[in-house]
T-cell receptor, first 115, second 109 residues
């Protein structure tokens, strides 16, 4: 079955450590996205990529980095520069750049806790 | 970041009643509008998309769009306990989606 796989489901890290969240899709989608969700809040866009080897900052990119070396993969690194990294991270993909007729498909998310 | 505002809730409705969810957005250029359902601890799942002014019905769900008023709504008819979730409104701009904070719906038996 096609879908988006995020791993791990839960991740615990000490403050000051970088951590990388994995996102793989087999839907043959061109565009991929990373969102962050905090309790009681909507989703906020961190980074997005519409094609391989190209990506753009979203609304809250500070303290995060990404790469898009393969169409199927869009890993997110949470660096030690991110002041409040504890959150629920969601990876998504779409057939085009989320324009007309292109809803997002989400992975199951990674819950990151930094202490 | 483009603004997407939803009625804050929580919204409690009796089983069998209609739940009405509202969403307003700031970008007049937006062309695509989506409603997602998110169960506690899970990822959002798409339940409705709407692109033209008017109503769109899918089973017990009806989405309504008024671009002049920059308003989109979702009606859930014959509400069931399984509809208890947070509903997120999403609006496209510049090939991205901006999300509202969500409205939590509780259907009481």
């Amino acid at each position: 079955d096609g879908g988006i796989t995020q791993s791990p489901k839960y991740l615990f890290r000490k403050e000051g450590q970088n951590v990388t969240l994995s996102c793989e899709q087999n839907l043959n989608h061109d565009a991929m996205y990373w969102y962050r969700q905090d309790p009681g809040q909507g989703l906020r866009l961190i980074y997005y990529s519409q094609i391989v080897n190209d990506f753009q900052k979203g609304d809250i990119a500070e303290g995060y980095s990404v790469s898009r070396e393969k169409k199927e993969s869009f890993p997110l690194t949470v660096t030690s520069a991110q002041k409040n990294p504890t959150a629920f991270y969601l990876c998504a993909s779409s057939t085009t750049g989320s324009s007309y007729n292109s809803p997002l498909h989400f992975g199951n998310g990674t819950r990151l806790t930094v202490t | 970041q483009k603004e997407v505002e939803q009625n804050s809730g929580p919204l409690s409705v009796p089983e069998g009643a209609i739940a009405s969810l509202n969403c307003t957005y700031s970008d007049r250029g937006s062309q695509s509008f989506f409603w997602y359902r998110q169960y506690s601890g899970k990822s959002p799942e798409l339940i409705m998309s709407i692109y033209s002014n008017g109503d769109k019905e899918d089973g017990r769900f009806t989405a309504q769009l008024n671009k002049a008023s920059q308003y989109v709504s979702l009606l859930i008819r014959d509400s069931q306990p399984s509809d208890s979730a947070t509903y997120l409104c999403a609006v496209n701009y510049d090939y991205k989606l901006s999300f509202g904070a969500g409205t939590t719906v509780t259907v009481r038996a």
